[in-house]
């Protein structure tokens, strides 16, 4: 998995594979999914992001395992 943080368009993309995207949905507001050939999910976008924690929060990533 792979994570880009685009400043100039305040996105974080999530990267799940590297599976070649063929669709892309906004399933929320703000919230793109990608999909490959066969329908999974191959990526996540959140636009404007800044915009929705408090900027404390988005300085750091905590990843958990459970």
């Avoid at 490959?36 to 990533?61: C, W, Y």
């Amino acid at each position: 998995m792979r994570i880009k943080i685009d400043k100039e368009s305040d996105a974080p993309y999530f990267r799940l594979d590297e599976s070649r995207v063929v669709e892309s949905e906004e399933v929320r507001p703000e919230v793109i999914l990608n999909f490959d050939a066969n329908d999974r999910v191959v990526g996540v976008e959140f636009l404007r992001i800044s915009e929705r924690p408090p900027q404390e929060e988005l300085s750091s990533i905590q990843f958990q395992t459970v």
